[in-house]
């Protein structure tokens, strides 16, 4: 029997098939590293980040978030400026859309002129999306694992553990607000 190719340099990506949104990239305490936008073919879009001197997805990258977005209700350009400007991801260098932004009444602004629209609080808007949440394998020999089990979106979905690790999203947005020491979004 063939094996099947399923994953992107060590995340199995066949549960994203044909699916549009945001990635995250994590390290093993759960902290951003980079903010991507995919239209659709994550197995591409993974893989183009592990090569060259700039390459976005490090050894110490071990989870790979996708935020779940409609590009035709959501501008994935815009939607991507937006996350990268909440969560200060630690290898995005440019957010040419909401650079020196602070206050959630001139972001929203912004956000409106390139047909973002977020109604009520930044915190609700952005819990508003699906995530799933994609640990990161390695082989015995310690190199990516390239083939696997076709998945399920919904096989993928982490729920709340409560604890003070846990991956979540909400916890994730949580957190975030935590050390911008935002009372409330």
């Keep these: 029997m ?3 190719y399923t994953h992107a340099k060590g ?6 098939k044909e699916v549009a949104g945001l990635y995250f990239f994590h390290n093993i305490k759960g902290e951003v590293e980079y903010i991507g936008k995919c239209n659709n073919d ?13 390459g976005k ?9 996708v935020i779940i977005a409609d590009p035709i209700n959501y501008p994935l350009h815009v939607l991507e400026n937006f996350f990268i400007w909440y969560f200060g991801s630690q290898k995005n260098k440019s ?9 959630e ?6 956000a409106k002129s390139h047909n973002l629209y977020i109604r009520g609080s930044l915190e609700k808007f952005i819990l508003s999306f699906e995530s799933v949440l994609i640990k990161r394998e390695w082989d015995e020999n310690n190199k990516n694992i390239r083939y696997g089990e076709i998945e399920q979106l919904s096989s993928r979905e982490i729920f709340c553990d409560s604890t003070q690790s ?4 909400r916890c994730l947005v949580i957190a975030e607000r935590k050390n911008k020491g935002i009372l409330y979004l």
Excluded: A, D, M, Q
Excluded at 43 to 54: A, D, E, F, M, Q
Excluded at 57 to 65: A, F, I, K, Q
């Design 42 to 54: 994550f197995k591409n879009r993974i893989n183009s980040h592990g090569y060259g001197l700039h």
């Design 166 to 169: 846990c991956l979540c999203y």
């Design 2 to 4: 063939k094996k099947e």
């Design 57 to 65: 997805l490090s050894p110490e990258t071990v989870y790979l978030r």
């Design 105 to 110: 009444k001139g972001l929203k602004k912004i």
């Design 95 to 103: 957010l040419w859309l909401f650079s020196g932004v602070e206050n």
């Design 11 to 16: 995340f199995n990506v066949t549960s994203l």
